[in-house]
């Protein structure tokens, strides 16, 4: 199974809104393949950002956000800040006989 | 406050064997999955498979299937991913995570990781 699709990178000046596209095939995006989304800076954890498509965890700046539509997820992050620099990865479940889930192959944002 | 605390960095030889493991506090770690995630340097998140510890209903990632074994100890509260012979191409980082239910993609939760570098 291959990665869901992401683009490579992405860039934005402070301030500005970036959205980071998440593209799967039918299978992997059925009605009940919820997308989350993971930031991950260098050396550390993924963290969750989003979950359900488009939900926001506690803690989570509402800089976030979440939208599904056909087979492409996408994470949008306004009013970029600095410290939004990092990888970021969208996930999905895509298998109820090994439960396994697909990631993409990560977006790199850089922060000008 | 629910916690995955994961063994330390390894250095290991090929053809060697390693188990690492991941501790869970915080939570019953009996009745919730714990998964496993690869990341290979400089590369992005790979899904290994996942254990219910409280039945020991293990799944495989068909990529990871009869290459690792993941296993649980509910007395310790631990999960494990273990190798029988180590290649070079398993240098990674490990990662556990806790997804909210089985079908879920949502994983509040995860270790520290774990880095196995295998020198050939």
């Known amino acids: 199974q291959s990665a869901l699709t992401q683009p490579a990178s992405v860039s934005g000046s402070p301030g500005q809104s970036i959205t980071i596209s998440c593209t799967g095939t039918?299978?992997?995006?059925?009605?009940?393949?919820?997308v989350s989304w993971y930031q991950q800076h260098p050396g550390k954890a993924p963290k969750l950002i989003i979950y359900?498509?488009?939900k926001r965890p506690s803690g989570v700046s509402n800089r976030f956000s979440g939208s599904k539509s056909g087979n492409t997820a996408s994470l949008t992050i306004s009013g970029l800040q600095a410290e939004d620099e990092a990888d970021y990865y969208c996930c999905s479940y895509i298998s109820s006989n090994t439960f396994e889930r697909l990631f993409g192959g990560g977006t790199k944002l850089t922060v000008l | 406050e629910v916690q995955l605390v994961q063994s330390g960095a390894e250095v290991k030889k090929a053809g060697e064997s390693l188990k690492i493991s991941c501790k869970g506090s915080g939570y019953n770690f009996a009745n919730y999955w714990i998964g496993w995630v690869r990341q290979m340097p400089g590369k992005g998140l790979e899904w290994m498979g996942i254990?219910?510890?409280?039945?020991?209903?293990?799944r495989y990632s068909p990529s990871f299937q009869g290459q690792v074994t993941i296993s649980a100890d509910t007395s310790i509260s631990t999960a494990y991913l273990q190798w029988s012979s180590l290649k070079a191409s398993d240098t990674a980082m490990y990662y556990c995570?806790?997804?909210?239910?089985?079908?879920?993609?949502?994983?509040?939760?995860w270790g520290q990781g774990t880095l196995v570098t295998v020198s050939s």
């Open positions: 359900e498509d488009s």
């Open positions: 039918g299978s992997d995006f059925g009605n009940y393949n919820l």
């Open positions: 254990i219910y510890p409280g039945d020991s209903d293990t």
């Open positions: 995570a806790r997804p909210e239910y089985s079908s879920s993609s949502r994983f509040d939760d």
